[in-house]
């Protein structure tokens, strides 16, 4: 099914398949925050910053309709309960798709949640929430997302945590005609994110602090209606485009979900009473 999927794309796709990792000056722009976000060293070090008057955010300067996109990243340290450190792929408009890690700042001592999820022509509801194995504030860390006509894959450290597949087959939409642009923020929202928003953020920690580095984009650039990909690009060049999971990377998502995951959507019968949402039930049944 996902060669089928990947030829019909690359027999649509023009121009050429880019990559790159280079200078952060070039690759994304500060879009809001008031000089709270930066770009430092010579465009190879970003942070945003958060105080109690305003957070801060970026965005690639290119758009992707497919792509497999990394950024390394060292979340806010100390006492970060209350502080949302966004990192996620979305088209525009009011029916859009976007893909979604959001980590949740925590009280010192205790582990940050990765919060994923996916939304489709404008509809979500499909939380999968984690702790991490390491701390993610001692250093830096690499975020990715896949993102190819056969699945959605979310990666830390090269280590997949959530899959998203194709099932327009069995009826559940996905995200492969809307091109995405990857954002960034750091924003408050001590009305929810840490511990359903029992635990409020703490001023006098403030600014909190989030730094990125090491952008890469292998993708699918879309420009005026366009795509950049060509059909004769080598294998080496477009390989995430057929990306799947293999046995190792399929034992090690699973070895991630059964130890750290500590919500799923597709669990939770309460939440969905008529039933739960059919990539839930597609899934269960392959």
Request: glycine residues 8%; contains cysteine.
């Given at each position: ?79 970060s309960a209350g502080t949302v450190t966004a990192y996620y792929l979305r088209s525009e408009g009011l029916s859009w798709d976007e893909l979604d890690f959001e980590f949740l700042g925590n009280l010192s001592g205790h582990p940050y949640v990765v919060h994923t999820n996916v939304y489709t022509q404008g509809k979500g509801d499909r ?160």
């Open positions: 099914m996902a060669v089928n999927y990947v030829l019909a794309f690359l027999l649509i796709c023009t121009p050429f398949m880019v990559a790159f990792a280079g200078n952060l000056y070039q690759d994304v722009g500060i879009t809001w925050g008031n000089g709270r976000g930066n770009i430092l060293n010579n465009g190879q070090l970003l942070t945003l910053s958060l105080d109690r008057t305003s957070g801060s955010g970026f965005q690639s300067n290119s758009q992707y309709l497919y792509g497999k996109i990394d950024m390394q990243i060292k979340l806010v340290p100390g006492n939380e999968q929430q984690f702790y991490l194995w390491f701390d993610p504030t001692a250093d830096f860390h690499t975020y990715s997302f896949l993102w190819n006509p056969a699945h959605a894959v979310f990666y830390i450290d090269g280590r997949p945590i959530r899959e998203f597949k194709n099932l327009e087959s069995e009826g559940v939409p996905y995200p492969k005609n809307q091109a995405m642009r990857l954002y960034s923020s750091l924003w408050n929202a001590d009305d929810w994110a840490t511990r359903g928003g029992l635990v409020k953020t703490d001023w006098t920690q403030a600014p909190f602090t989030a730094s990125f580095r090491n952008f890469k984009a292998s993708g699918c650039v879309w420009s005026n209606g366009v795509s950049s990909c060509k059909s004769n690009s080598s294998a080496s060049d477009n390989a995430w485009l057929s990306q799947q999971l293999d046995n190792t990377n399929q034992k090690k998502l699973k070895w991630v979900q059964k130890k750290y995951m500590i919500y799923n959507y597709c669990n939770d019968v309460k939440r969905f009473p008529q039933g739960l949402p059919l990539e839930c039930t597609v899934r269960t049944k392959s």
